[in-house]
Nanobody
Framework: QVQLVESGGGLVQAGGSLRLSCAASERTASRYTMGWFRQAPGKERDFVAAITWNGANTLYGDSVKGRFTISREYAKNTVYLQMNSLSPEDTAVYYC?????????????????WGPGTQVTVSS
């Protein structure tokens, strides 16, 4: 059972930046695809970004392309989400997830383990 813990959320003004981190409890997670999703109040959980186990390939949701960057640090079993040029529309709970496979995935059903989430609030 892989446990994930997100950190780095908070309150930021529009145009600002935040970096989220997600630490996995098991080394096995380092062999799998990891991703970020977000969910705003009253909305579905949306795909943000994903990265393959070796960091060689990434995938982004259309709304964050060019502003967010996903990366991972193998030795620390950690994945990061650098978020720049934030806007109030980015306000949501951000979730880290692991997909027990090696392909890039963008749907929630393809992910097997989830963190509890971290709140990101962007003020205008």
């Amino acid at each position: 059972q892989v446990q994930l813990v997100e950190s780095g959320g908070g309150l930021v003004q529009a145009g600002g930046s935040l970096r989220l981190s997600c630490a996995a409890s098991e080394r096995t997670a380092s062999r799998y695809t990891m991703g970020w999703f977000r969910q705003a109040p009253g909305k579905e959980r949306d795909f943000v970004a994903a990265i393959t186990w070796n960091g060689a390939n990434t995938l982004y949701g259309d709304s964050v392309k060019g502003r967010f960057t996903i990366s991972r640090e193998y030795a620390k079993n950690t994945v990061y989400l650098q978020m720049n040029s934030l806007s109030p529309e980015d306000t949501a709970v951000y979730y880290c997830a692991v997909s027990a496979g090696m392909l890039l995935r963008s749907t929630t059903a393809r992910y097997d383990y989830w963190g509890p989430g971290t709140q990101v609030t962007v003020s205008s």
